[in-house]
């Protein structure tokens, strides 16, 4: 029973890291139906941004006090993956708008390797996993035998905090109505006055400084970084956008605790345990592929001439 | 030329020699009119006269290949969002709503281009965001109102009639408040009476102070509607007066209303009464 309870926490906490950046996947996808393969990888980007910020631009006298440096940290990821966004679509998205949809798919897998290969290549001693430093408190609450670390709380607490503002965000304001209206018809969303372009960029703004979040505190959470987090993290967000409904907010974030619970219970209780629990949430994503393709919140008919 | 009028105000819209050639088909040949202020004119002719194409080049969705096209003396810019900034706005004659946003939702966007709300701003919600967005939804109902939609603010626009979505497109054509509206078949597919009702919703709207510029195929309405009726016969403007002038015109007989009786049963709505 406390193994089942500490495992769906386990999970809870990787949903919610995940919801960073299955958003990104998903919006990105509702508006230029393009599958940004490249999105993990701006997580990751933001998690090293974070780091060396920490290590190279803090005075000694901020990086010990947590609640200065973490705010930091946060904010240097979250921009620095928003600075890799925006230079991505400018100038490799934008030029293929008009293109066959595989040309972007193809670049999205080239702008992957090439982030991964550049943090390998530029970061100093890339090749080999970081030590994240330590910018919140080590502590855990234990209840019921079940320990919730405390950084584990913070990823869940930003998670809902940050998809509620999106939500709001794009629900309310005039640059979300504009994002909904270009999803759904670009063409009349211009004779409207919208500047596609600029509401292209946002969305890939506002994933992008989700995901930058996101890799900051997974550092925080998982203590070290290494340029494959991205890689891994983006896939299980890919998985959970389309588990959820890929092009609907509400379906990512369902998704992304969805696939949370699924890798953590599956590694605890099926045949192979943790090494295997990969291949569970790719079971997930073929059943979905096959028995539902749209998701739980995907509209059936997405397709557009 | 074939000029609209001869007003003495200077006219609000202004085509002058516009072409617009695919490939080898020419669209548009040399099409010139003007439109004045707080006029309706009507733009008639046969399938494929080049009606809609002339409608795109106006919002700027297809560059003429000539000509220029003003409004209230400056030249039109050739990109659709700037277009409806200049106070161009128009509907489709295949309704094109956004089918998963709210009625309101649909207008709102229509205000889009008359609000002032920076990124930074509305991720705060500050006060001059709130006041923006009030405001924007005051106007929007005020609109849906005017085109009597306000009991069904709430409803996803997909799931209208027929009839109120076409409404629901003038209301958030409105909303960007334009000097010129475009209509695009604005009655086709309603029954007499959402017909004559949409009659009146644009004698109002011009009331209000706006041009439009209707293209309709059924020509008891247009003759009834418009102050001036321009005909497109194979992208060329082959008549254009005021109604009585054109109903009179043998050419337009001969082009348009003297076609074998199978063409005219099935432009016209339902055959309506004999012409």
Not at chain 1, 52 to 67: C, D, E, H, M, V
Not at chain 1, 153 to 164: D, E, S
Not at chain 1, 184 to 207: C, E, H, K, S, Y
Not at chain 1, 260 to 278: F, R, S
Request: proline share 5%; aromatic share 8%; with cysteine.
């Amino acid at each position: 029973m406390v193994t089942l309870l500490q495992q769906l926490v386990n999970g809870i906490v990787l949903g919610g890291l995940l919801a960073f950046i299955t958003l990104g996947y998903t919006m990105v996808y509702g508006i230029i139906q393009l599958i940004n393969f490249a999105h993990g990888e701006v997580f990751m980007v933001g998690s090293y941004a974070a780091l060396a910020t920490y290590l190279w631009a803090l005075p000694s006298g901020i990086q010990s006090t947590w609640y200065l440096a973490l705010p930091i940290v946060i904010l240097a990821g979250a921009a620095f993956s928003v600075l890799v966004a925006v230079i991505m679509e400018r100038f490799a998205y934008r030029p293929l708008r008009n293109a066959p949809r595989l040309a972007p798919l193809i670049t999205a897998l080239g702008i992957s390797v090439f982030l991964q290969e550049a943090v390998r290549n530029f970061f100093p001693d890339g090749t080999r996993p970081k030590a994240f430093p330590e910018v919140f408190p080590e502590g855990q609450l234990t209840f019921l035998g079940v320990t919730v670390p405390a950084s584990g709380l913070l990823l869940v607490v930003m998670a809902i905090i940050l998809t509620g503002a999106l939500q709001l965000y794009v629900n309310t304001s005039k640059l979300g109505r504009a994002m909904r209206a270009t999803a759904q018809d670009p063409d009349t969303a211009r004779l409207m006055g919208i500047n596609p372009d600029r509401v292209i960029v946002l969305t890939f703004i506002l994933g992008a400084a989700l995901a930058g979040v996101g890799g900051v505190l997974y550092g925080v959470h998982y203590d070290n970084i290494n340029i494959t987090i991205g890689f891994q993290n983006g896939i299980f967000a890919f998985t959970a956008a389309v588990l959820g409904g890929i092009g609907s907010l509400r379906g990512a974030v369902v998704g992304a605790f969805c696939i949370g619970l699924i890798k953590t219970l599956a590694g605890q209780y099926m045949p192979g345990g943790t090494a295997y629990d990969y291949v569970w949430i790719f079971v997930i994503l073929i059943l979905v592929l096959v028995f539902r393709p749209q998701g739980f919140f995907g509209e059936t008919e997405r397709v557009r001439a | 030329m074939s000029s609209a009028s001869d007003r003495s105000a200077a006219p609000l819209l202004e085509a002058s020699g516009v072409s617009m050639v695919f490939g080898g088909l020419t669209a548009l040949n040399n099409v010139s009119l003007t439109v004045g202020r707080e006029e309706v004119l009507g733009l008639i002719g046969p399938n494929g006269a080049g009606k809609t194409t002339f409608f795109n080049c106006l919002t700027g969705q297809y560059v003429p290949t000539s000509g220029r096209i003003s409004l209230d003396g400056t030249t039109l810019p050739s990109d659709p969002a700037k277009v409806a900034a200049a106070g161009v706005a128009r509907t489709f004659q295949n309704i094109r709503l956004f089918p998963n946003m709210s009625v309101l939702e649909n207008v709102l966007v229509g205000r889009h281009v008359r609000m002032r709300q920076g990124a930074i701003a509305s991720i705060f919600h500050g006060p001059g965001f709130r006041k923006g967005e009030r405001l924007a939804r005051e106007r929007s109902r005020e609109l849906l109102d005017f085109v009597g939609l306000s009991q069904v603010e709430g409803e996803l626009s997909r799931n209208l009639p027929y009839g109120d979505q076409r409404r629901l497109e003038i209301a958030r054509a409105l909303a960007t408040e334009p000097s010129v509206l475009l209509l695009d078949e604005p009655t086709a597919g309603m029954n007499p009476q959402e017909t004559e009702d949409t009659r009146q919703l644009i004698f109002a709207i011009r009331d209000s102070g706006v041009s439009v510029i209707v293209i309709e195929h059924d020509t008891k309405f247009i003759f009834g509607l418009c102050d001036h009726v321009v005909v497109l016969v194979q992208g060329e403007v082959l008549v254009a007066g005021t109604p009585d002038v054109v109903r009179d015109d043998p050419r337009v007989i001969e082009a348009y209303l003297g076609k074998p009786p199978e063409d005219v049963a099935g432009t016209a709505t339902e055959g309506e009464e004999g012409r």
